[in-house]
């Protein structure tokens, strides 16, 4: 990712948020706008996300910028699409989909018009004393993972998400190597996603999302944060806080987010139907203001709260320009930075 040409704020010269309440207000206007929230852009991460041996992801087509004025003119600011397939990047550089029998039996599939959304899940042997809206649910699925982001002065930087090794562990015979819980991120029906299809020697795809911004080729960022799908979602606006509103580092770990439901979900629950998109539902912080609350219902959106709208992100950020790194940790309670 390369920060292009802005200069983002930085602690002695912070750039002024466009308007106040941007903190909240801007990624709950339009989730759909914001790639990783709108299907539109979504549901081709959980198609494309991996390439298979025979066939690699078509990278050229998902970048060309035709591909993605393409998609973005699906997008209707006015209301929320719930019956959006995934797009067909491989025309753009000039090949044939050979996934597209897949893609024509897919609605059938993915109707999310159609299913009632199922509530939320957790694995069975999670599934003690859970309630849908139990905050001790987030908790645990944000405790599942963690993130690491570090930096010295001789210029190595790190970003690492560590994740899989949930309880109950399960041990390879007597080599006392932990087994990890991705594969359950497989498929076995190519339906659903030809790329992710179990098979030997193969690798699921995952949620894990740890990332650098390059500006001018050098670093400018390192963020990352758990939180399963919701790590894409995360990330982006926390870049977008630092990169187009002005916030700090620290300011951008502890922004407002907003979180959609609207896609395949890669962990828990223990069929198909407990990981289907649940059309038009979003997480948006408590604090989001009734106007706001009822324009995104208005576009047909069905709205859940919370004081907390983000897995802990944790994140440093490079000021070439005054020759030094600031870090920034969200609130969650065991986030934090250390300097020497």
């Given amino acids: 990712m390369d920060a292009g040409p ?19 207000q801007f990624p709950a206007i339009h989730p759909h706008r914001l790639p990783g929230h709108e299907p539109q852009f979504r549901r081709p991460r959980f198609l494309l996300w991996r390439s298979v041996r025979n066939a690699e992801a078509p990278i050229r087509g998902l970048l060309s910028k035709a591909y993605a004025r393409q998609r973005a003119g699906t997008i209707d600011p006015r209301q929320n699409a719930t019956s959006v397939m995934p797009g067909d990047p491989y025309p753009f550089q000039n090949e044939h989909n050979p996934w597209k029998r897949f893609l024509d039996r897919r609605p059938a599939l993915s109707d999310t018009t159609q299913q009632k959304p199922p509530g939320n899940f957790v694995p069975k042997h999670d599934a003690i004393a859970y309630q849908p809206s139990d905050s001790v649910y987030h908790d645990r699925l944000w405790r599942g993972t963690t993130s690491v982001e570090a930096a010295d002065a001789e210029g190595w930087v790190v970003s690492i998400t560590p994740s899989g090794g949930w309880l109950p562990a399960c041990i390879a015979g007597r080599t006392g190597v932990g087994m990890s819980q991705r594969a359950q991120s497989f498929v076995l029906d190519s339906v659903m996603n030809p790329f992710n299809v179990i098979a030997p020697g193969k690798r699921p795809r995952v949620t894990l999302t740890p990332s650098m911004a390059l500006k001018d080729g050098k670093p400018f960022l390192s963020f990352a944060v758990q939180g399963g799908d919701t790590q894409d979602q995360n990330l982006l606006q926390f870049f977008l806080n630092v990169v187009e509103f002005g916030m700090t580092v620290q300011q951008a770990t502890e922004a407002a987010n907003v979180n959609s439901n609207q896609l395949w979900l890669s962990l828990g629950g223990t069929a198909v139907k407990d990981r289907v998109p649940r059309a038009g539902s979003i997480l948006v912080a408590s604090a989001t203001p009734d106007s706001t609350r009822r324009a995104l219902e208005n576009m ?12 802990p992100i944790n994140a440093i950020f490079f000021d070439t320009l005054h020759r030094s790194i600031w870090g920034g940790s969200s609130n969650h309670g065991e986030d934090y930075g250390i300097g020497w």
């Fill in 6 to 24: 802005h200069d983002a704020a930085s602690p002695q010269h912070p750039r002024k948020l466009r308007s106040p309440g941007d903190g909240i």
């Fill in 300 to 311: 047909g959106y069905t709205l859940s709260f919370a004081a907390r709208t983000s897995g």
